[in-house]
């Protein structure tokens, strides 16, 4: 079993930036493809963005694609999310997931994930 806590998040101007991290404990963090996920209000959690458990694969949403940057610090048990140019509509709650898994297929649905973190908020203004 793994524990999953996310920090990072506030309130950003839009064009803005921020760093979103997410620790995990427990088991082997290396055995674990990691997602990020996100919820707006009244909205289904939807997918971001995933890593692959060696870092050499990550996939993105169409919507963050070429903004925001997955990465991962095996050695720091850490799962990072680099948000560029963030859009007032990047507003939501983020998510971390963990899924063990030795397979370097993307991971797109929270069903695949069987651990989450609580969840950080990030707001953009416009």
């Known amino acids: 079993q793994v524990q999953l806590v996310e920090s990072g998040g506030r309130l950003v101007q839009a064009g803005g930036s921020l760093r979103l991290s997410c620790a995990a404990s427990g088991r082997a963090f290396s055995s674990y493809a990691m997602g990020w996920f996100r919820q707006a209000p009244g909205k289904e959690r939807e997918f971001v963005a995933t890593?692959?458990?060696?870092?050499?694969?990550?996939y993105y949403a169409t919507s963050v694609k070429g903004r925001f940057t997955i990465s991962r610090d095996n050695a720091k048990n850490t799962v990072y999310l680099q948000m560029n140019s963030l859009k007032p509509e990047d507003t939501a709650v983020y998510f971390c997931a963990a899924r063990e898994t030795l397979s370097i297929a993307p991971s797109y649905t929270p069903r695949q994930y069987a651990y989450w973190g609580q969840g950080t908020q990030v707001t953009v203004s416009s």
């Open positions: 890593i692959a458990w060696s870092g050499s694969t990550t």
